[in-house]
């Protein structure tokens, strides 16, 4: 969308109203650009930005003698309430933001605005090096995948499969033959191909999609290939078919030629379903528990109503599947997964198996690795779950908070095991937002070859650069490295809870704002600096200075001490930084680094020089 | 009790069952002293210890191959279920368990059992001064009590009012006269006085019970009362009746001839109601929902269950009714606050609006005060409450656990403000559980009266001596102790949850057993270390050596490294503590303190001298 094709673009005098009325309202300025809705506050340096790709519905509501009301809900759960004076101005601005906010075409996602000289000297596959994560080979180097399987190029150009990777890996004696009639038995030509070998013992981890079996068709190619895939663990003369949907809707797919593997053509097989929703269960599930968040007025409207929402009960059932994947693998059994076209609650499910059984999924760069892989690499579908073409009414009901909901699965088992992953809640809250933003390429598109054609390498900022230079924000104080697989995850009723800081998260006024995370991390920090010093001291290269530092002081502050600079300590991707001198709060802008790695203000460093 | 009345005092192959089924049952032997039930696992160092006045109910169950069942439901929220090979033994077992779990006389308390040295030679006043942590005199000078309010001796030798101390304080100008007439005019004699006194603007809470009233009775030297308390708080015309219950219960005492204030006799005053549940309600509900913890076996059924408990309305109403009392302290309105008889829930609205208003009390020492003040000192009946004297069925109705919620309300409070209190969830769980334990003299009797007439300061030890012994423990890290009113209390629905740590806290092989406060505090403790060290060298004092620790390995430990001293770090009440040479972790026994005030294990200990 060119510049001039909004309408209006500023609207002064406008109220921000409080939801739970904890504080007064705001009176500020709204201005509209072709990438954000901001509201810039008159009195206070507050600035609130919002990408028009995270705005999901604007309603008007009456009209009081105080003015029009505007409502806009977000897909990063935030809803903002403006009190507009003059009708007309409020009709305005409702249909610019109509208009900013839906995208007709994904090759004008904000995304390819922001990236001002595209890379156009290096070519796509040179680019995608550096701006994925995740790089096939070296990944199943990384897992040892033993020499029963073998890479293929079967796929390139994406010939059998468009919503597959070009590189795939099978077992090492699967024909050609054979592949390609496997891929004419599965919904959408999805064969069943490798995505995590456990070099423990070899036994492994496929995904597809369902078999067109219907009532009665068999594939003789297909059953062939899960022998393969069977007989790669040389050490099991078994295999798990895992179906993560309810029986019932396996069996209503039978009368449209889908379903299910019938265990009497794959001979020493076994099958096994579990009762995980799909996408239109999962979406009115959330849609409830939103209800339960921002509507409820007492605790038992809000008990009952969380409760009737399903959604723990659906995270639940995700883990226990995921934990019955890599239970089944530890006793070496090799797994093939699916649903039905195998992206949504497969991609679930199989991450969740390898976040726990591997912990190097556990950390910052392999959960990027994760998410590239079972996520973008196997074709979740991000364009249509998170409803970036929000122009195209059509795919309204293809929308589903499938990714937000494995995202909280990771919350959930963050909580259970505190020190188990590298990363911290902010990083999950980060990638759940931009999965949304359209700000960046990496989670544009419907699948690999999408991304390759919208040539998002050269064209955009990749999620994953924008986390490495903010690096330290995401990490978690209390990780341990230790490798370990988490085996006690504890599945009992009352270990699953809302994760308020996601859905209640701008609700500012009331929420415990404080991050434990972030005075950790300044203590962690700090205890470096001294013992660098200390060590420096000890070895003859640093005359002993008077140089105290008072601990506690580091935890007496709340907004940055120069007030000056307009930034606000409420905002949770701000980290609160304190300078080592005077132990007063700074921004990030208004804090450097010494020569001995201390953060001092402009003041103790002037002072110290 | 002696020691040769209890019958069976030792069982062998006791197996202990695993609730949840997450772990094996262990074999060990089952030892009964006068003092505890022991369970002694046979092949690992794990010991279980359990007071026997912690001991709620016994039940046997049906005999299967495996043996008889015998389970153990403890006042901590703690189920043990033992498998008994033999029907016999498991009767005996039974029986002796009667025998020492039920208490017929508070002077049998094991409290008074465990300090083998009563202090003869100290008089009770002397003792009393070290023992208890209130001395009325010194808290109402650090209130700053005005002049418009003074001590009286009227209760001394509890001459009128046998529930309240001998010291009380009422409004300067009021005569004896007039305390004995309001006195009568009381139910339980618990006239009006003061608790607590708001410098900043001399506004007061007061507490007493609800008034004889009836149907048509008034009192001149009550209303009289009130108006000098109303008088005492001289920048305020109005005074808040407060009655904690609802005001249908209020109503159906009118028909005992209790009930409350008629406004139209006490001229300028409020009444306001709030609907706090009696101990019945309350019992009640927590008996819900202690089953919806242990027994639920879905996330719905949890749900459900938790939301038809109530418990958690309960906590926010009662926060809610603490709010309203100390947001009308700080708008200068002094209240005065009763319930029935003005014991329990006006113990625990009192000291919630205090916690609100006064940081002092969100210290170790501050709510220590608060405790022996608001619940000791005006006759809380810890005694039937605590059900302490379990053989008296009479009593077993007058049990409710007031005292716990009021925790819980705590622990909900601090989850919100995690810098606001300076001790940790541990101390909250300690204090609850000793309130049970019968260990310690500090919450035995239902009264000040009742803990003079049994000398507990001279025949028992003081659970605060205890706290004081490893204070350290109950320290929370990332306490601040800047000095502020907490009036952003969220009340909204989902600012509740279920504290799991306290009804679940014996769920040992599934939940979340890490302490981030332990490694904060370590590291903390570390950060003073290093401090130190470095200053030491920069004052020449110290020649600088090779010191060198690493942080990052202080997190990688998870039992005592010398295992031979049988220590399992499982149990909450046990700290882990770092040896900072070589980062292993070791319980107290098997750590020392250098001379530069560095924790050490024996090796390095002697590798350093």
């Known amino acids: 969308m060119k510049f001039q094709e909004i309408g209006t673009t500023k609207v002064k005098r406008v109220q921000l109203v409080d939801r739970l009325g904890s504080e007064a309202n705001l009176i500020g300025t709204i201005h509209i650009t072709t990438s954000h809705f901001i509201f810039k506050a008159e009195d206070t340096p507050k600035e609130i930005w919002i990408s028009n790709a995270?705005?999901?519905?604007?309603?008007?509501?009456?009209?009081?003698?105080?003015?029009?009301?505007?409502?806009?809900?977000?897909k990063n759960f935030q809803t903002i309430t403006l009190l507009i004076p003059k009708e007309k101005e409020c009709l305005d601005l409702y249909e610019t933001l109509?208009?900013?906010?839906?995208?007709?075409?994904?090759?004008?996602?904000?995304?390819?605005?922001?990236?001002?000289?595209?890379?156009?000297q290096v070519s796509v596959k040179e680019a995608s090096n550096n701006w994925f994560r995740l790089n096939w080979d070296e990944e199943f180097k990384r897992q040892e995948v033993g020499d029963t399987w073998k890479k293929t190029d079967f796929n390139a150009a994406y010939a059998y499969c468009d919503t597959y990777p070009e590189e795939l890996w099978i077992p090492a004696n699967a024909s050609t033959q054979v592949l390609i009639g496997s891929c004419r038995f599965r919904s959408r030509a999805r064969l069943p191909v490798l995505t995590y070998y456990y070099k423990a013992n070899g036994a492994a981890i496929c995904r597809c999609s369902q078999p067109l079996a219907g009532f009665s068709a068999r594939c003789v190619e297909d059953e062939n290939l899960m022998e393969l895939i069977m007989g790669a663990n040389q050490s099991a003369s078994t295999l798990y078919l895992i179906d993560t949907r309810p029986k019932v809707n396996a069996m209503v797919n039978k009368v449209q030629g889908k379903g299910f593997e019938d265990v009497r053509n794959y001979q020493n097989m076994q099958s096994h379903f579990f009762d995980i929703e799909n996408i239109h269960v999962m979406r009115s599930s959330l849609n409830k528990l939103l209800d339960a968040c921002q509507k409820s007025t007492s605790v038992t409207e809000y008990l009952k109503a969380v409760e009737s929402s399903g959604w723990l009960r659906h995270l639940k059932i995700l883990i226990e599947c995921g934990k019955f994947i890599s239970d089944s693998i530890l006793r070496c059994i090799s797994c093939v997964v699916h649903c039905s076209d195998g992206w949504d609650?497969?991609?679930?499910?199989?991450?969740?198996?390898?976040?726990?059984?591997?912990?190097?999924?556990?950390?910052?760069?392999?959960?990027?690795?994760?998410?590239?892989?079972?996520?973008?690499?196997?074709g979740f579908k991000f364009d249509d779950r998170c409803s970036h073409l929000s122009a195209n009414e059509e795919l309204l009901k293809e929308a589903s908070p499938i990714f937000t909901q494995f995202i909280d699965v990771v919350y959930q088992l963050m909580r259970q095991k505190p020190t188990a992953f590298e990363f911290n809640e902010r990083f999950l809250l980060e990638i759940n937002e931009h999965a949304y933003s359209c700000m960046y390429g990496t989670f544009l598109g419907n699948c690999d070859k999408d991304r390759k054609d919208l040539r998002v390498a050269t064209r955009t900022h990749s999620l994953w650069?924008?986390?490495?230079?903010?690096?330290?924000?995401?990490?978690?104080?209390?990780?341990?490295?230790?490798?370990?697989?988490?085996?006690?995850?504890?599945?009992?009723?009352?270990?699953?809870?809302?994760?308020?800081?996601?859905?209640?998260?701008?609700?500012?006024?009331?929420?415990?704002?404080?991050?434990?995370?972030?005075?950790a991390v300044n203590t962690k920090e700090h205890l470096n600096v001294l013992e660098t010093k200390l060590k420096q001291v000890n070895e003859g290269k640093l005359l002993p200075t008077n140089f105290s530092v008072k601990w506690q002081s580091l935890l007496n502050a709340e907004e940055c001490y120069s007030r000056n600079c307009g930034l606000e300590y409420t905002t949770r991707f701000e980290k609160r930084l304190y300078c080592y001198n005077c132990g007063k709060v700074f921004c990030k802008r208004c804090i450097k680094v010494n020569e001995h790695g201390s953060r001092l203000c402009a003041q103790c460093l002037k002072a110290s020089s």
Do not use: M
């Not at 604007?58 to 105080?66: D, G, K, L, P, T």
């Not at 995304?111 to 000289?117: C, D, G, H, Y």
């Open 54 to 74: 995270l705005i999901g519905s604007i309603e008007r509501s009456s009209i009081s003698a105080a003015g029009s009301r505007l409502i806009i809900k977000c």
């Open 98 to 120: 109509l208009r900013v906010s839906k995208l007709y075409n994904i090759n004008e996602a904000f995304a390819f605005f922001r990236k001002e000289n595209p890379d156009k």
């Open 345 to 378: 609650r497969t991609s679930q499910t199989v991450a969740i198996a390898q976040l726990l059984l591997d912990p190097y999924y556990r950390t910052i760069y392999g959960f990027q690795v994760l998410l590239d892989k079972d996520w973008l690499g196997f």
């Open 465 to 519: 650069a924008h986390i490495d230079s903010n690096l330290e924000h995401y990490k978690n104080p209390f990780y341990k490295s230790t490798s370990y697989y988490l085996n006690d995850i504890d599945l009992g009723p009352s270990a699953f809870v809302v994760w308020t800081n996601l859905y209640n998260q701008f609700d500012t006024g009331i929420q415990p704002r404080e991050y434990i995370n972030d005075v």
